[in-house]
């Protein structure tokens, strides 16, 4: 098992930064895939950016140019850097890990908790 717990999350103003952190803890070894979705209010979850154990990265059309994905050793801790952050940015962040190789990655086998992150115009 895998346990993974997010920070970073709160309220910002259009056109600011936050930086989200993922760490897990338990059979981390297992783990080749890294990656953050979000879900709005009203909205289907969705896939926003993944990072390999190799270190190979992915990103939604809808961040790429603005969110960064990046990891430490290990894929512990994982980084998301939000920057330029708009309104329809606004939602539930998720971390999750996959003991697949590949972005996005074709299964989720873990999910955070979400860490909420708010953007007022």
């Known amino acids: 098992q895998v346990q993974l717990v997010e920070s970073g999350g709160g309220l910002v103003q259009t056109g600011g930064s936050l930086r989200l952190s993922c760490a897990a803890s338990g059979s981390i070894f297992s783990i080749n895939t890294m990656g953050w979705y979000r879900q709005a209010p009203g909205k289907q979850r969705e896939w926003v950016a993944s990072?390999?154990?190799?270190?190979?990265?992915a990103y939604a059309d809808s961040v790429k140019g603005r969110f960064t994905i990046s990891r430490d050793n290990a894929l512990n801790p994982v980084y998301l850097q939000m920057d330029s952050l708009k309104a329809e940015d606004t939602a539930v962040y998720y971390c999750?890990?996959?003991?697949?190789?590949?972005?996005?990655?074709?299964?989720?086998?873990?999910w955070g908790q979400g860490t909420q992150v708010t953007v007022s115009s």
């Open positions: 990072i390999t154990r190799i270190g190979t990265t």
């Open positions: 999750a890990a996959s003991k697949l190789l590949g972005v996005p990655p074709r299964r989720i086998d873990y």
